[in-house]
């Protein structure tokens, strides 16, 4: 059964930066992207990153790209989210994600993706 366990998150003032990690586990390929997702209150959910775990070929969304960088280790089936120069309309709550899909067509929700975790709320403060 595949599950996602995200850590990080929290409150940081603009300008700052967080970190984010996601474990997944129960995956039976290893071919599979991974990636974050937000959503800010009275927005749809968007893709922000997304990367191939069989490569590591990689996926921004313009709003985050040069200012985020996903990583993967498949030795721990890990992917963080490291996030810096963060702006106030970063603010919202991240979500690890995962599918049997590649990373554009994940990050771009041109197909539905199944796998989520939880959630965790990042907030910048302005």
């Known amino acids: 059964q595949e599950q996602l366990v995200e850590s990080g998150g929290g409150l940081v003032e603009a300008g700052g930066s967080l970190r984010l990690s996601c474990v997944a586990s129960?995956?039976?390929?290893?071919?599979?992207?991974i990636g974050w997702f937000r959503q800010a209150p009275g927005k749809e959910r968007e893709g922000v990153a997304c990367?191939?775990?069989?490569?590591?070929?990689?996926f921004y969304s313009d709003s985050v790209k040069g200012r985020f960088t996903i990583s993967s280790d498949n030795s721990k089936n890990t992917v963080d989210l490291q996030m810096n120069s963060l702006k106030s309309e970063d603010t919202g709550v991240y979500y690890c994600a995962a599918d049997y899909i590649g990373r554009e067509a994940m990050c771009s929700k041109i197909v539905t993706v199944d796998y989520w975790g939880q959630g965790t709320q990042v907030t910048v403060s302005s």
């Open positions: 129960g995956f039976t390929s290893d071919y599979y992207a």
């Open positions: 990367i191939d775990r069989d490569d590591g070929t990689t």
